[in-house]
């Protein structure tokens, strides 16, 4: 089944510890995104990436992390989380290629940060 | 700046007809979106707009303007599971694939 996934799907940690956030794609995409959603803001983009090792800054990219090693795979990055990176995080993925370039959404991981 | 402009909660009944409606300022345009979002889920997609017109796709309906600025998407013999975020995106300039998110309509549908 082509899907984009994510893990963990919830996660409450403390203050100034590492952690990462998994995004794998098995659908040969070259691009994938991380966002985060929050009440109020809407969706707002962290960082995206066009293809392998080439990454960008989106919006909103303080306090985070990612890297492309690989096509699949986009993991997100916080090495020192802070309150106000509780959201919910989504990763998603589209081609290069195709009329719509739309994109793809994974399941979402909900972090709190404490 | 970029801006993109929809309605923040709707109700509606069950069966009925609803038309979401999308205002759009971008710096280049290169297609709009619409996503269907239920609460805790992930975005999925519903329907992609680069001409102007109306494009129909089962219940779903969108409709693009760009000399206006303006999109709509039109649901019809609503269910209950209709109930849920319609997310509206414009794809500005760049080949970036950067889209330009809307807040979101709340959508909720009645017996």
């Known amino acids: 089944e082509a899907q984009v996934t994510q893990n963990p799907r919830y996660l409450i940690t403390v203050t100034g510890k590492k952690l990462t956030v998994t995004c794998s794609q098995n659908?040969?995409?070259?691009?994938m995104s991380w966002y985060r959603q929050d009440p109020g803001l809407g969706l707002r983009q962290i960082y995206y990436?066009?293809?392998?090792?080439?990454?960008d800054k989106g919006d909103v990219p303080e306090g985070y992390k990612v890297s492309r090693k690989e096509k699949r795979n986009f993991p997100l990055i916080l090495e020192s989380p802070s309150p106000n990176q509780t959201s919910l995080y989504f990763c998603?993925?589209?081609?290069?290629?195709?009329?719509?370039?739309?994109?793809?959404f994974g399941p979402g991981t909900r972090l709190t940060v404490l | 700046g970029q801006n993109i402009d929809q309605p923040t909660e709707m109700t509606a009944t069950e069966g009925a007809i609803v038309q979401i409606n999308c205002t759009y300022q971008?710096?280049?345009?290169?297609?709009l979106f619409w996503y269907q979002q239920h609460a805790g889920e992930a975005p999925t997609f519903l329907s992609y707009?680069?001409l102007d017109g109306l494009e129909e796709k089962g219940r779903f309906s969108s409709f693009l303007s760009r000399s206006k600025g303006y999109s709509y998407l039109l649901l019809k013999e609503l269910q209950m599971k209709d109930s849920a975020s319609y997310l509206c995106?414009?794809?500005?300039?760049?080949?970036?694939?950067?889209?330009?998110w809307g807040l979101g309509t709340s959508l909720a549908v009645n017996p």
């Open positions: 971008t710096s280049g345009f290169n297609g």
């Open positions: 707009n680069v």
């Open positions: 995106a414009v794809k500005g300039a760049g080949n970036n694939r950067k889209l330009i």
């Open positions: 990436s066009m293809n392998v090792e080439v990454t």
């Open positions: 998603a993925s589209s081609p290069q290629r195709g009329a719509y370039n739309e994109q793809f």
């Open positions: 659908m040969n995409h070259e691009y």
